[in-house]
């Protein structure tokens, strides 16, 4: 089994994020872990070491897979297996593994699928990060419970839902992304209680949060008395908030003259 990995590993190179390979077969698991030098086993098989919050494996997709689970050990935590799920020519299944200082007993795993790629996924507003090329993120170290689940992708309408959680199960949770017509602004400025002009209309005082924005370019104007008017032009992007902050500068005050007093006849 030694020799297959080694021949796998040959026959392809990881280089960062960039991934070069020879045979159509090779397919890739990432773990991804917040241990720094977590080792990761594929059963007893020593694949590696968590560097830069992942490590990325080269397996050969065009066999049956003979290994059971993915194991993941860093001393002074719990070690942690879970299943080991086969990945596609040329993709990437992403596995998130936090490791425990007690133990698993009341964990479960969280099988993240979305459509199209790249959809960060949070629970209780934790993220739980982006679905990579194969749109699979697995995250097996979730404690049992209710979850507020969550799904947003840059361009795309955010899904909100609930997820329950079940001890030694797999759940998997499945979203299918829209595209937004609509974005989000944050206007700040400095001083606040400027007047905000969006597309040469008051929309408001800032600071404010502006909602339901067409996609696409707007002119953004913030006025104040006493100071010189900010303009810009943004760029809003369907299903995401973005922010501007206005520093206003005041107005130049007119140089006064210097009063003359008037002169007396017979003095000059």
């Not at 007893?44 to 494996?57: A, C, F, Q, R």
């Not at 943004?234 to 902050?245: A, R």
Request: charged fraction near 15%; include cysteine.
């Amino acid at each position: 089994m030694g020799l297959v990995v080694l021949l796998t590993m040959l026959c392809s190179q990881v280089i960062a994020d960039e991934k070069t390979f020879s045979s159509p077969g090779i397919g890739y698991i990432e773990i991804r872990s917040e241990i720094e030098g977590a080792r990761v086993y594929f059963d007893t098989l020593y694949m590696g070491y968590v560097s830069g919050g992942s490590l990325t494996i080269p397996v050969d997709t065009s066999v049956a897979p003979s290994w059971q689970n993915v194991r993941v050990e860093y001393s002074g935590y719990a070690p942690y297996a879970g299943p080991f799920i086969q990945t596609e020519p040329t993709k990437t299944i992403a596995y998130l593994v936090n490791l425990s200082k007690t133990t698993y007993d009341n964990f479960g795993i969280v099988k993240f699928v979305s459509d199209p790629v790249g959809a960060e996924f949070f629970l209780n507003n934790v993220s739980m990060g982006a679905t990579p090329d194969s749109g699979v993120l697995i995250a097996y170290t979730v404690p049992r419970g209710l979850y507020a689940v969550s799904a947003r992708r840059p361009g795309d309408k955010p899904v909100s839902d609930q997820l329950y959680v079940d001890d030694n199960a797999l759940t998997t949770y499945r979203v299918e992304m829209v595209p937004s017509p609509f974005g989000e602004l944050q206007v700040n400025s400095s001083p606040e209680g400027g007047d905000i002009y969006l597309d040469n209309r008051v929309v408001g005082l800032t600071p404010l949060k502006l909602t339901g924005i067409s996609v696409g370019e707007h002119g953004v104007q913030v006025r104040k008395a006493g100071y010189q008017d900010w303009v810009a032009n943004v760029s809003i992007t369907g299903g995401s908030m973005g922010s501007i902050e206005a520093v206003l500068v005041s107005t130049p005050q007119p140089e006064s003259l210097p009063s003359c007093s008037p002169v007396e006849p017979g003095k000059q």
